[in-house]
């Protein structure tokens, strides 16, 4: 009786075995000389290093892991160049590259789905290049009007880039759903900040990583970290919902959250108690300046009084918007609806022209409409006697 069941444990240990599969990573690194390697697992909100070794004096290198679904992993080379690629069961992945700029400059066989992690990094880093530059071109062109062209040239080529990359990878996604090279696109970052698809803007991808994957690999913890993600931002929309609802509820004013120039989310409900003047602009425009300006008056005059300023820009380009924040030395809270001239925020509130504003009182009802200069002066005056 006891041999049986020595035996039958024993088959249990195989049959476990079975579910994982044999990886084998080889590399030839140019020029990379002595080098210490490591083999990093990439899972849902952490890296684990699972196994490290040496570059011989070629540069090649060889590792041996396990898998059970398809699973993303780095190798980093020496203290700063790493390759990122995803690993299936049963294949031999073969990294070759230069050592300088591994990065950019690798190439990977066996493996189809790491061909597809290397489109969408050279891609991304194709973008980010060229964003920069624009930035530090923008950004040293003098703030004259004999410059105004060419500004204005900079600011739509860099939106141009930025929407190329975002149509790539919502593209990119529609053609690969299968592959889980999909769900690293969908979290890919123009910078630390800045994710390239967002769940405002393009839920339509979440759902279809989501769908695809879950047939796919249904054991994935990618897999269950996006219908997470997808069950959050669920949730989330319907709290927003229900949230607004109680908010409307209290004022029959509609909430508006945006973020400001550093990113931060700031919700107009958010200054309630206070004398607010709601204020709807685009500060690209000419006039703007001007107007920037008598807002300046206003607010130093009635700030110390309790008044607050919540401004929404319906500027179509970040980068020229966020520059205009800081040269304009805008210290009131000032956000950015990245819908521009289309913005639902503007129809809600029944904006049609700009600049337009609403002043609202502390018991967040509307007590006055497209006041400015000294009729805006006279109005707070008489609202706070």
Known sequence: MRKRIIFSAAVLLALASCNKHNVTITGSIK???????????????????????????????????????????????????????????????????SFQNLSENYWVDGSENSLWIKLLNFQLH????????????????????????????????????VNKQITFSKDFILKHAVSPAAYYALY??????????????????????????????????????????LEQISQGMQNERIRQMIANAESNLPEINLPNAAGDTIALSSLKGKYIILDFNVLGENESV??????????????????????VCLDNNYLRWSRLVKDLDIRWVCVRDP????SRVAQTWNVHTVPANYIINPKFEIVGKNLTGKRLEERLNDLMK
């Open 31 to 97: 020029d990379a000389g002595k080098q210490k390697v490591y083999l990093e697992q990439i899972n849902v909100g952490n890296s684990v290093a699972i196994d490290s070794t040496e570059t011989n004096k070629a540069g090649e290198f060889r590792f041996k892991t396990f898998v059970e679904q398809p699973t993303f992993f780095n190798v980093k080379v020496g203290a700063k160049e790493s390759i990122t690629f995803i690993a299936s069961a049963d294949e031999h992945i073969q990294l070759s590259g």
């Open 126 to 161: 194709n973008t980010v290049t060229l964003m920069d530059s624009l930035q530090r071109t923008f950004a040293a062109l003098p703030q004259d009007a004999a410059h105004q062209a060419e500004r204005e040239e900079v600011a739509h080529a860099w939106d141009s880039i």
């Open 188 to 229: 890919q970052k123009f910078d630390a900040d800045n994710f390239i698809l967002t769940p405002a803007e393009d839920l339509h991808s979440f759902k279809i990583v989501a769908s695809s994957l879950k047939a796919m690999y249904p054991e994935s913890q990618y897999t269950k970290a996006i219908l997470q993600h």
């Open 290 to 311: 001007a107007y920037v300006k008598e807002m300046k008056e206003v607010y130093n005059k009635f700030r110390n009084r309790g008044v607050q300023i919540y401004q």
């Open 339 to 342: 819908e521009g001239l289309q």
